[in-house]
């Protein structure tokens, strides 16, 4: 049986507003901008005179494009001072107009591709995760640009970017779809206060419905004890009649229990996660003026590292300065030609969440390779507390599940054991807000030592106590 994602919902939204779009991963977020460029088939009604526009659409593949090609490809008649404009807005070379789009970093696409979106002022974008190619200055330079826009939907997950530019906010959630008028922060406090009054009600509703089970309980009981009481016919049918109208009161109470249970369901249930966490015993890190060096060269300005345990380690720095080599060298994954003194001593046990081959292993193999009973409960049980339904474990190939939900089958993994240092590349890319504040609580309260590189800003600074910035070397 299809169940719907949405129901009875009824929306109006201006064409002028910088709206973010929240909710769980697997709620819906991406569906809705589907229904909306009419994707999907849905029932209801949808009146636009909009043009809306998809990111991340990428050119194809067999498209050999320079990027000039590619702005002006649906936008022929665009100036080329409106083209270099924008580009100085992005923090953008203008020679790099020249070079093909296929040769350029994530973050240098991602940019572009928006600034392709935006030179079209007939559209209306809808932006989905557009952070997760972005370093810290990508997503503040991306932040103020889309701040100097309007009339756009865009999905994030990193509080801090959204902060930046977003008057009003779509939440997608359990069982209702709120529009507030504010950013993020706005959306957090009335998000609160409305959790608050929903408690309180759930409390007088659960009384209430404990009340009508004792009272369809005495009614059913009642009836029964009568019919049972005598042995005279005319008797027997008057308690047959009350019998019937005792069953009649007891439907009642039945569907007026149902009905108040289903007034409960809105507040979102978010679990105490569990970090099991050992300490070094030793320290973890030690770095003098070091620095990796590419063709002789030093990739980052040299650096001072001292890491010791339970200490929070987040390594900053733009996409390409060596971030990546820096945490493979250290993992002992990269042989590297090195500057400077260096003494890396990792623990036995560790906790490594890579982005290398997350798109080739999934909730499948993951779950082949646990071995016992209790490693595959232990996975089941931090994923139901990730937000993922129990029903969902018995579908292996987890086609269907959202990149979010994706990415807690790897946290999921991550977090199963006892582990001394927990060493994490990109953990918050496509993981909803409410489990980015679901790990900062609990990173927060089990203290674990982590050496980790995320691009965040609020998930960064509530839990790092040290940070080192690679800068490049010139």
Sequence with gaps: MLKPIFKQVNLNINENWKLGLVGRNGRGKTTLLKILLNQLEYEGTIQTSLDFKYFPLYPKGHEDLTVLDLLLKHNPTIDIWQIERELTHMDLPRDILDQKFKVLSGGEQTKLILIELFLNENSFPLID????????????????YLNNKKGFIVISHDESFLNQFVDHVLAINKESIDLITGNIDTWKYEKANADMLSEEK??????????????????????IKKENS?????????????????????????EMIEEKQGLINNIENVSDLKMKVEQPRKQVLFFREFSVLRDG??????????????????????????????????????????????????????SILSQKNQEEVGYS???????????KEEFWHLLHQLGIKRSSFSDKSSINWSSGEQKKVFLANALLGNNELFIWDEVTNYLDIMVINQLIDTINKYRPTMISVDHNEYFVDAIATKIVELKTFF
């Design 129 to 144: 995760e557009p952070t997760n190619n972005l370093d810290l200055h990508g997503r503040q330079i991306v932040g103020r």
């Design 230 to 254: 005598t042995k005279d016919a005319a008797e027997r049918r008057i308690a047959a009649k009350q019998m019937k109208r005792s069953k009649a009161v007891k439907k009642r109470t039945e």
């Design 297 to 350: 060269i030093p990739l980052f300005e040299p650096i001072n590292i001292d890491v010791y345990p339970t200490e929070r380690f987040f390594i900053e720095g733009k996409n390409g300065v060596g971030k990546s080599s820096l945490l493979n060298f250290i993992l002992g994954e990269e042989q590297l030609e090195t500057i400077g003194e260096c003494k890396i001593s990792l623990p036995e046990n560790l």
């Design 365 to 375: 193999s993951l779950i082949d390779q646990l071995t016992s009973k209790d490693e």
């Design 202 to 223: 759930n409390s007088k509703l659960k009384a209430e419905i404990q009340r009508l089970n004792d009272v369809s309980r005495q009614v059913s009981s009642w009836g």
